[in-house]
Structure formats: structure tokens, C-alpha cells
């Protein structure tokens, strides 16, 4: 794929500050930090672990939302317009947070489906998908599912992955790309395979910028510019080539046969030489520096022959000085047309109804790629139905047992559909938020399509879980053969069931983890459950109000007043009593099945709609 108009970004005494959560004074991680990342080059941040790569580069790409930031990024020497430069760029994190069931190609023509213009006919994107396959040598695995394995679920390698996840943003055909340690977890022929690839990406034209974790010496002998930061700051940033001379310069030469990499690190490690090393490049920078355009085409300029023509211009700041950038006029003046076009071009999105259908069809394809998910789900329903099928096998018509049984059956059943379903979603949760959270970050789709998506995809399957768990249980139990009652019963367990997989979703969008949301949701279950009026007769009073605001206590009284209802028992000496007259005051709560059906339907859409609105927020929070 070959871009036009290559795209620099350049920043100018970058600062970024973060208040700690634990409160104290507010911490700079990045102290005036000035530099380029030039079109058809591919930039290597370097430092220890903490010395502020991840950081610089989330603030390049302009995916910090928790610090202040101060100095300025220019895009094309103009300053950035946020909104349009994620347009043009694309940010690739460092964990790899695929869908497991989907294959390589899936998850690109997902991507490409959600990501380029509905207008844009539907060859044009097949072949968009095919020419990122090709680019990132991804066509010998494009039919191999991606797997997981925590899922035990064998799928392609971690180099291969990481290329999906490139290939995921490459369908848009940024401009900038931006790799948060792409190399890292991969061994070294496939560390140097990926570079390769971004090097490739380079020379056609795009800007890319990595940060790096300790390089092989092949690795970094591949790069075109180099920025070395410690403690915020920069030791070092220009061509790649120049570094070791800096550093020699500062009184650190490299050793032969070293990776100049290990070296500079380890040099770094000590605080006096890292200040040296530090100050010296504030010393030098303008002296490193740089080619002007006019230079690099002349040949003049110490690149590899790189196309973009300009070598990085740089001047650091120490000690919280703020640098300043040497950008050439020419430079300037040649870009600032092709930037003025860049930053106001608006890539148009897919509609609503279009996102949520290609969701639907990815999670119904996930279930039919995934079988053994599905069917664990269902034996886990039909396990606890013939369970509980068989603690209450075809309970007596009497009133000493056929009585007390029937109201513990029915709390039972409560139980068993308010923890599975709640606890299920909660778990699921911490997967389905990574996902969720990239490709929402990536504008592949809104929380609401992916909420759409998931409405009507999960419920039908979860309807189908609970009516098979129905109909075994209440033919087991021997409930009321009256057809009427069976499908109440049904409706009022399937309706208890989906709003208990709402309250799990619930509990783990608040949380943000399951593990938290788990806790939180056996408390919120069991305070629920406690004042339906099966467990204590008596509420106290400070309590009663948790009763009027429980699904369960509507969704019990109701499946008690609808088996009672139709149902006569017989005391020791024969006599008939009608089932309506046994119910315990506790469970009556005064309102008709038909009543307490319509406050649990009411129940079950209105915690949908909360779940709806906390799941907007806690986007627009940056919280999932
Ligand atoms: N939001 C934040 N609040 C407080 N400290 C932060 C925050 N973000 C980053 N830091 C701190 O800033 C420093 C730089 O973090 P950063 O993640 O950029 O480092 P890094 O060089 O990418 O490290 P690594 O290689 O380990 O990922 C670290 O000391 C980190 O603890």
C-alpha cells in the first residue's frame, strides 16, 4: 500500500504531569521533551522501564486522558487538531487484545468493515483486506483461528498476532502509526520479522513510531531515528547512527562487540552518568542536528537512503527547560498545504444499524466457532434443572409438605437463575472490556452498537437456556398441569433470568473487574434475596424498603400466587384447602400475578436502561 503525502509530527518541549491518585504533589513524567517523527521513517523510543516511553508515546498519539500536558505537537508543522489527527493515525497497544474465535482473516475483515466507509464498495474492501494480509505476510495463517490460551484454544503465534493487531489498524490506511513495544514477547527472528514489516510500512510512506525494549543488535541497526529517554527527559534523540558518537562524546564509549543499546542502558543506570550523558545532549543537540530537507536530498544527510528527506530535528530540554524545536522553513512551508488538507479530512463512519449488525454477526459466529462456550453454558442449565428437578421430584399435594416444599422449590429456582446467569456476565465482562475498549477507542463502533449487538444476540440464546431449564424443572416438580401457569411460569423465570444477567453486567461495569464485581454482586444478590418474604416473615423495618425495590420479591410472590393459584391440597384427614389460602402473608404482596409480572418486566427493562447508561458513562469516564 503506497500513501501519499507523508505526514511529520513534531513536538516541542512536551511536558506531561500527573496528579497521584493517592494525592501529594503532582509528578512530571515527561520534562520538555523535543523531537520528530518524520513520513517514511520509523522513529525507536528507547529508556529503561519507567524512563517515560509509553507515556510519550500515548501523549503522540493522543491517547492520555489522566495528566496535563503542556508543550505542543505539530502535525505538518501545524498544531494538532486532536479529533482529525486520530483520523489519520493509529495507535497499537502492546497486548494483543483479539477475539479468540475469530480467524486472522475475520478479525481484519471485521476491522475493515467497521473502520472504512459504508459507501465503499464491497470488492474495494476485500481487497484492502487482502493487500494488509499480503503486507504483513499474514496469508499463509488468514483461515487460522486466533485462539487463546487461557481458553485452551490452540491458534496462531505471538509474532503472528501482533501482526493482526497491526493489520487491524492498516485497513484505515493511517498516515502515523504508533507501536507501544511491538517487539516485545516475541523472540528475536520474529522481533526482527516485525520490525522489518514496520520498516516496510515506513518506506511506503507512513510514520512510525516504537517504543523498544531492549533490542537485539539486528533490531537496532534497523532503525532510522532513535530517542533515548531517562527519568523524562532525553539523552539522546536523532538518527540512529549518531548515538554511539554521542555517547562516546559524553565520556561513554561503546565497547567492541556490545549492542550500543545494552550499553547506553547501562550506562543510564547510573545516576551521575545518566545527568552527564543527559547534559551533554542539551549541549550538542543543535550540533547533532540535523539535516535540512534541502541537505538530505542532496545526499549530504547520514540516513540509509530513507525517502522522507529530513533527518530529526531536535533540541531537548533539561532539568524541566523547555526545548525548542529547529523545524526548517522549508519544511514548513512544503508541508503546511498537505496538512491543512490531512487535519480537516473527517473519515466518515459506518452507521449505527450497520456497526450493530456486524457485532451480531461476529458474536452469533463466535458461538458457531465456539461451540463448546455455548454448550458449557447449556449443560450448566440443564445440570442444575435436572438437580433441582430431583431435590423436589413430584411434590405431594399435601399441606404439611406439598405446601412448604412448593414455596422452597420456587425460592430455589430464584436462586439458581438470579446467581448463574449474574455471575456468568460478570466474568465475561473482563474480556469482553479489553475488546470493547480498543475497538471503541479505535472508532470501529459505539458502546451503544456494541450494546444493540449484544441485546439481541444474548438474550434469544439466554431465553432458549431458561425455557429447556423450565420445562424440566416444572415437569419434575410436578407443578400445576395447567398449560396457562406453565407459561407464565416461563415467562416470569425468563424475565428474572435476563434481569439477573443485567445486574451481573451491572455489578462488573461499576467494578471494572470481575473479581470485585463478584464480591459486590453475592451482596447485592443476597440482600435481594433475603426480604422476599421466604426467609424472614417478619422484615424489620429499616429493611422494608430493599423488599419493594427486589425483582425477587416480585417475581416470587407472582410464581407463588401463579401455583397456588390453580393448585388444592389435602391436610392429614383429607381435607381439600385451596392453594390461594396457604400462601404465606409474608409472600403476598398484595398485587395479582398479572401485577407483579408488570413491575419484574418493568424491573427487567429499567435495570437494562441503567446498565445502558453506566456503560455511557463509564466510557466517557475512560473507565472500561
Ligand atoms: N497516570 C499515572 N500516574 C502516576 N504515575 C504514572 C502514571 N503514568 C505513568 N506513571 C509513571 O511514569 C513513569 C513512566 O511510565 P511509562 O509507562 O511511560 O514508562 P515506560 O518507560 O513505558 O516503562 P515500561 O518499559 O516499564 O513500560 C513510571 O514511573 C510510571 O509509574
Known amino acids: ?175 502515523i502509526l504508533f507501536l507501544d513495544e511491538p517487539t516485545s514477547g516475541l523472540d528475536s527472528e520474529m522481533a526482527v520479522s516485525m520490525m522489518e514489516t514496520l520498516l516496510r510500512l515506513a518506506r511506503g510512506g507512513r510514520t512510525v513510531c516504537v517504543t523498544i525494549h531492549q533490542p537485539n543488535s539486528i533490531i537496532t541497526s534497523m532503525f532510522d531515528d532513535f530517542m533515548l529517554l531517562v527519568g523524562g527527559r532525553a539523552a539522546y534523540a536523532g538518527p540512529w547512527s549518531g548515538a554511539v558518537d554521542h555517547f562516546a562524546a559524553a565520556g561513554f564509549p561503546c565497547p567492541q562487540y556490545v549492542n550500543p543499546t545494552d550499553h547506553f542502558l547501562s550506562v543510564l543506570r547510573d545516576d551521575k552518568a545518566a545527568a552527564a550523558v543527559v547534559e551533554a545532549y542539551a549541549a550538542s543537540a543543535p550540533a547533532l542536528a540535523l539535516c535540512s530537507p534541502e541537505a538530505s536530498s542532496d545526499g549530504e544527510c547520514e540516513g540509509k537512503g530513507k525517502p522522507a528527506g529530513t533527518e530529526l530535528d531536535v533540541e531537548a530540554g533539561l532539568g524541566g527547560k523547555e526545548g525548542t524545536l529547529q523545524a526548517s522553513k522549508a519544511a514548513l512551508a512544503r508541508t503546511a498545504s498537505d496538512a491543512a488538507a490531512l487535519v480537516e479530512e473527517e473519515r466518515p463512519r459506518v452507521p449505527f444499524t450497520f456497526q450493530t449488525w456486524v457485532l451480531s454477526l461476529r458474536m452469533l459466529r463466535n458461538w ?88 439481541t444476540t444474548v438474550f434469544p440464546v439466554q431465553v432458549v437456556q431458561t425455557t429447556l431449564f423450565c420445562v424440566i424443572t416444572y415437569w419434575m416438580v410436578g407443578y400445576s398441569s395447567d398449560a396457562g401457569r406453565f407459561f407464565i411460569y416461563v415467562a416470569l423465570l425468563n424475565m428474572f433470568q435476563l434481569t439477573s444477567e443485567t445486574i451481573g453486567q451491572l455489578c462488573a461495569l461499576c467494578t471494572g473487574a470481575s473479581m470485585y464485581a463478584v464480591i459486590l454482586l453475592t451482596f447485592v444478590l443476597l440482600l435481594l434475596m433475603t426480604f422476599t418474604g421466604f426467609l424472614v416473615s417478619a422484615i424489620p423495618v429499616y429493611f422494608k424498603w430493599i423488599k419493594w425495590i427486589s425483582y425477587l420479591n416480585y417475581t416470587y410472590a407472582a410464581l407463588v400466587e401463579n401455583e397456588f393459584g390453580g393448585a388444592t391440597f389435602y391436610t392429614d384427614d383429607g381435607t381439600a384447602v385451596h392453594g390461594t389460602s396457604l400462601i404465606p402473608a409474608s409472600v403476598n404482596n398484595g398485587l395479582s400475578v398479572l401485577a407483579n409480572a408488570m413491575v419484574a418486566l418493568g424491573l427487567m427493562v429499567g435495570t437494562r436502561v441503567l446498565a445502558f447508561l453506566v456503560l455511557l458513562v463509564m466510557h466517557r469516564l475512560k473507565r472500561i
Open 368 to 455: 458457531g466457532r465456539n461451540p463448546m462456550m455455548l454448550a458449557a453454558e447449556a449443560v450448566q442449565y440443564l445440570f442444575l434443572a435436572v438437580f433441582v428437578g430431583l431435590v423436589y421430584l413430584q411434590l405431594s399435594d399435601s399441606v404439611a409438605t406439598g405446601v412448604p416444599d412448593r414455596l422452597s422449590s420456587l425460592w430455589f429456582m430464584l436462586a439458581v437463575l438470579s446467581f448463574t446467569p449474574a455471575y456468568t456476565a460478570a466474568v465475561a465482562w473482563d474480556s469482553e472490556r479489553l475488546l470493547l475498549r480498543r475497538e471503541v477507542g479505535q472508532g470501529m463502533y459505539s458502546p451503544a452498537a456494541w450494546f444493540a449487538a449484544k441485546t
Open 1 to 175: 500500500m503506497q500513501l501519499d503525502g507523508a505526514v511529520d509530527v513534531t513536538f516541542q518541549g512536551l511536558t506531561f504531569t500527573v496528579q497521584p491518585r493517592g494525592g501529594g504533589e503532582p509528578v512530571q513524567i515527561l520534562k520538555g521533551l523535543s523531537g520528530a517523527v518524520r513520513g517514511g521513517r520509523c522513529l525507536a523510543i528507547m529508556g529503561a522501564s519507567g524512563a517515560g516511553k509509553t507515556t510519550l508515546l500515548d501523549v503522540l498519539a493522543g491517547h492520555t486522558y489522566t495528566g496535563e500536558i503542556g508543550g505542543q505537537v505539530l502535525v505538518n508543522g501545524k498544531p494538532r487538531h486532536l479529533k482529525s489527527f486520530l483520523r489519520i493515525s493509529s495507535y497499537v497497544q502492546q497486548r494483543d487484545v483479539l477475539m479468540a474465535s475469530a480467524t486472522v482473516r475475520d478479525a481484519i475483515t471485521t476491522a475493515a468493515l467497521l473502520k472504512l466507509p459504508r459507501s465503499m464498495p464491497a470488492e474495494e474492501k476485500r481487497a484492502r483486506v487482502d493487500s494488509v494480509l499480503a503486507d504483513l505476510e499474514l496469508e499463509g495463517c488468514q483461515h487460522t483461528l486466533i485462539g487463546d490460551e487461557l481458553l485452551n484454544m490452540k491458534g496462531i503465534s505471538g509474532g503472528q498476532r501482533r501482526r493482526v493487531s497491526v493489520g487491524i489498524e492498516l485497513v484505515k490506511q493511517p498516515q
